[in-house]
T-cell receptor, first 108, second 114 residues
Framework: GQSLEQPSEVTAVEGAIVQINCTYQTSGFYGLSWYQQHDGGAPTFLSY????GLEETGRFSSFLSRSDSYGYLLLQELQMKDSASYFC?????????FGAGTRLTVKP | EAQVTQNPRYLITVTGKKLTVTCSQNMNHEYMSWYRQDPGLGLRQIYYSMNVEVTDKGDVPEGYKVSRKEKRNFPLILESPSPNQTSLYFC?????????????FGPGTRLTVT
């Protein structure tokens, strides 16, 4: 079947680094995206990887290994406002598939 | 301001009473999509549209209809809602082609069917 697996919860302290992993199994693959969603809000786009390697956007980085069907989102210098749910998503032909989400809690 | 709007934001209805959730975007995006979000299940795609008059089923299309008569609008229709359609619904839009991956989401519609 087609699936995206990511941890359900992660906890870290302010200022630390956290990595959220995502493994996927889909019939097609055009790229891996990451979205952030605060409680009560809408998902917002963070990053996208179509090719293997690391993409950096400020404190956030995203990595992809197509051969391993694996990617991760790296959040550095964690801030309290980073407490949110993070979703990986795969573009599969014309549709999008999302993981169940990882709830990140940042503690002081 | 570039945005995706949805109406209503909250809706409580009864089983079997037809309803429509509207979605509109002002970014001239070709691609539009509807998702439902349920606890522990993430976002599941209901229907999507690549352009005007072009729609296709996502992962969970049963019980839903859509139409795309204009580029900016993509309404979601529940002909006969049932309690298992109680959920949080998001509309999203994006450019086509290489920029397809960055989707812009509306604020969400919380639907309760009793």
């Amino acid at each position: 079947g087609q699936s995206l697996e990511q941890p359900s919860e992660v906890t870290a302290v302010e200022g630390a680094i956290v990595q959220i992993n995502c493994t996927y199994q889909t019939s097609g693959f055009y790229g891996l995206s990451w979205y952030q969603q605060h409680d009560g809000g809408a998902p917002t786009f963070l990053s996208y990887n179509a090719l293997d390697g690391l993409e950096e956007t400020g404190r956030f980085s995203s990595f992809l290994s197509r051969s391993d069907s694996y990617g991760y989102l790296l959040l550095q210098e964690l801030q309290m406002k980073d407490s949110a749910s993070y979703f990986c998503a795969v573009r599969d032909m014309d549709d999008m598939r999302f993981g169940a989400g990882t709830r990140l809690t940042v503690k002081p | 301001e570039a945005q995706v709007t949805q109406n209503p934001r909250y809706l409580i209805t009864v089983t079997g009473k037809k309803l429509t959730v509207t979605c509109s975007q002002n970014m001239n995006h070709e691609y539009m999509s509807w998702y439902r979000q349920d606890p522990g299940l993430g976002l599941r795609q209901i229907y999507y549209s690549m352009n005007v008059e072009v729609t296709d089923k996502g992962d969970v299309p049963e019980g839903y209809k859509v139409s795309r008569k204009e580029k900016r609008n993509f309404p979601l229709i529940l002909e006969s809602p049932s309690p298992n359609q109680t959920s949080l619904y998001f509309c999203a839009s994006s450019l086509q082609g290489a920029d397809y991956h960055e989707q812009y989401f509306g604020p969400g519609t919380r639907l309760t069917v009793t």
